[in-house]
């Protein structure tokens, strides 16, 4: 069974550009989830995705979005990069059964200069 | 709000001593609680889950976590380490399952012979 497939895995923006940043989950899971890793911030989840609609959200201003289609693959949207945005984006999915986890792609590497 | 506490920034230790990596967490609902590991430009892997029932967890590679609700912790240990365990481990709590997973900041183990 495939693993979740984050494309790409690394991208180099410019400052006040956007970015669309995309993940396949696993065969059969329904549930996206977006997270950001920095130094200093550590692990921060962004928001989950689920049956297409968004049912969770994390703390983060309105410049990143993200949509999930039919096939469950999701992509994530950041509008007017800034600097702080330079960040490794990790994206989970998870069946949502009782004995569930989520399982974590190799992340996208976003440089913003 | 839900938080968790790694307690330890850095873990060195000697190839085949004991480690145990701390984890407290506060929440005001039935958590769920996990420890994930990351190597170099890697994205997160399980190594165990608490979901419900005994709270002496097994994981893989050789690692175990005991949940303790009164303690609110949930420390990781193994009996002994090898070379190959040097890598970032996070500690996750969520009260939805395979999402919406609030992180700690880490712990470096760094496994010396």
């Known amino acids: 069974k495939a693993g979740v497939t984050q494309t790409p895995r690394y991208l180099i923006k410019t400052r006040g550009q956007q970015v669309t940043l995309s993940c396949s989950p696993i065969s059969g899971h329904r549930s996206v989830s977006w997270y950001q890793q920095t130094p200093g911030q550590g692990l921060q989840f962004l928001f989950e995705y689920f049956s297409e609609t968004q049912r969770n959200k994390g703390n983060f201003p309105g410049r990143f979005s993200g949509r999930q289609f039919s096939n469950s693959r999701s992509e994530m949207n950041v509008s007017t990069l800034e600097l702080g945005d330079s960040a490794l984006y990790l994206c989970?999915?998870?069946?949502?059964?009782?004995?569930?986890?989520?399982?974590f792609g190799q992340g996208t590497r976003l440089t913003v200069v | 709000a839900q938080s968790v506490t790694q307690l330890d920034s850095q873990v060195p230790v000697f190839e085949e001593a004991p480690v145990e990596l701390r984890c407290n967490y506060s929440?005001?609902?039935?958590?769920?609680l996990f420890w994930y590991v990351q190597y170099p430009n890697q994205g997160l892997q399980l190594l165990l889950k608490y979901l419900s029932g005994s709270t002496l967890v097994k994981g893989i590679n050789g690692f175990e976590a005991e949940f303790n609700k009164s303690q609110t912790s949930f420390h990781l240990r193994k009996p002994s380490v090898h070379i190959s365990d040097t890598a970032e481990y996070f500690c996750?709590?969520?009260?939805?399952?395979?999402?919406?997973?609030?992180f700690g900041k880490g712990t470096t183990l760094s496994v010396s012979s």
């Open positions: 996750a709590v969520s009260n939805q399952a395979g999402t919406a997973l609030i």
């Open positions: 989970a999915s998870s069946p949502m059964d009782r004995d569930t986890e989520a399982f």
């Open positions: 929440s005001s609902v039935s958590v769920y």
